[in-house]
T-cell receptor
Framework: EAQVTQNPRYLITVTGKKLTVTCSQN?????MSWYRQDPGLGLRQIYY???????DKGDVPEGYKVSRKEKRNFPLILESPSPNQTSLYFC???????????FGQGTRLTVV | DQQVKQNSPSLSVQEGRISILNCDYT??????FLWYKKYPAEGPTFLIS?????DKNEDGRFTVFLNKSAKHLSLHIVPSQPGDSAVYFC?????????FGAGTRLTVKP
């Protein structure tokens, strides 16, 4: 089954404690991206990757890092989480060009 | 700077009637437009799309209309069903750069 898998689904952490949210896709898509969803703001792009070892900033990259060492995986790293990073995070993947993106089920992160 | 705007946070319609969700964009470079549906505790799922070379695309009960001169698109759902109740996101894409609107929560009442 074609899917994008994120882990964990829910996470509560404390300010400053490094964390990683994993994302994996099994569709051999070149393009992967991370979004955060906040009330009234929709889905805002954090980082995206056009292919292995190619990553670029989206609209809200501050406080986040990503890596793309393999085509299927695109982890999101918060080196020192802060409460304003409390949000619902979605990973997505798609073929390059004008195609639809496939989304993971989301990770609800709370930073206290 | 929101390049894709959905100005109606919510919409309520009666079962069987038409639902019309609207979306405006500012960047004339966008050439591909999509609608996604999102249920609680799930990721957005693709619903329907339209290329900038077309002005209409239909898929069953769902039709998307594109007015390039007005930089406006809309999603029509006819007839609306209670199962259509969800948050709908409009998205616009150019060269793999995909931007989303804030979403419209549609409630279809039985």
């Amino acid at each position: 089954e074609a899917q994008v898998t994120q882990n964990p689904r829910y996470l509560i952490t404390v300010t400053g404690k490094k964390l990683t949210v994993t994302c994996s896709q099994n569709m051999n898509h070149e393009y992967m991206s991370w979004y955060r969803q906040d009330p009234g703001l929709g889905l805002r792009q954090i980082y995206y990757s056009m292919n292995v070892e190619v990553t670029d900033k989206g609209d809200v990259p501050e406080g986040y890092k990503v890596s793309r060492k393999e085509k299927r995986n695109f982890p999101l790293i918060l080196e020192s989480p802060s409460p304003n990073q409390t949000s619902l995070y979605f990973c997505a993947s798609k073929q390059t060009g004008n195609t639809e993106a496939f989304f993971g089920q989301g990770t609800r992160l709370t930073v206290v | 700077d929101q390049q894709v705007k959905q100005n109606s946070p919510s919409l309520s319609v009666q079962e069987g009637r038409i639902s019309i969700l609207n979306c405006d964009y500012t960047n004339s470079m966008f050439d591909y437009f999509l609608w996604y549906k999102k249920y609680p505790a799930e990721g957005p799922t693709f619903l329907i799309s339209i290329s900038s070379i077309k002005d209409k695309n239909e898929d069953g009960r769902f039709t998307v209309f594109l007015n390039k001169s007005a930089k406006h698109l809309s999603l029509h759902i006819v007839p609306s069903q209670p199962g259509d109740s969800a948050v709908y996101f409009c998205a616009a894409s150019a060269h793999n750069d995909m931007r989303f609107g804030a979403g419209t929560r549609l409630t279809v009442k039985p």
